[in-house]
Nanobody, 123 residues
């Protein structure tokens, strides 16, 4: 059974930084392309960033490019997202997603999801 576990969320002031982490239990980590999505109250789930199996390619949603950086360390079975210059509108539950055959920004393509971690940015 594949389980994704996120960590690193919390409360931060506008302009601050957070680093989210995600790992997969139960399977070989580098078998999966991975991504971050977020969902704010009353809004649809939004693509944030994705990274290929090897980590050689990344892609970002328009609203975060230049401020957020996705990365992975396959030796440690960890994926990260460094979030800088956070804004109140970045407040959301952030979800880690993984798939063996898809890399990109379409949420419906990802088979495996974590429980989410709350990020709150105060003004």
């Amino acid at each position: 059974q594949v389980q994704l576990v996120e960590s690193g969320g919390g409360l931060v002031q506008a302009g601050g930084s957070l680093r989210l982490s995600c790992t997969i239990s139960g399977r070989a980590f580098d078998d999966y392309a991975m991504a971050w999505f977020r969902q704010a109250p009353g809004k649809e789930r939004e693509f944030v960033a994705a990274i290929t199996w090897s980590g050689s390619s990344t892609t970002y949603g328009d609203s975060v490019e230049g401020r957020f950086t996705i990365s992975r360390d396959n030796a440690k079975s960890m994926m990260y997202m460094q979030m800088n210059s956070l804004k109140p509108e970045n407040t959301a539950v952030y979800y880690c997603a993984a798939d063996r055959s898809y890399y990109g920004g379409r949420a419906l393509e990802y088979v495996y999801w974590g429980q989410g971690t709350q990020v709150t940015v105060s003004s």
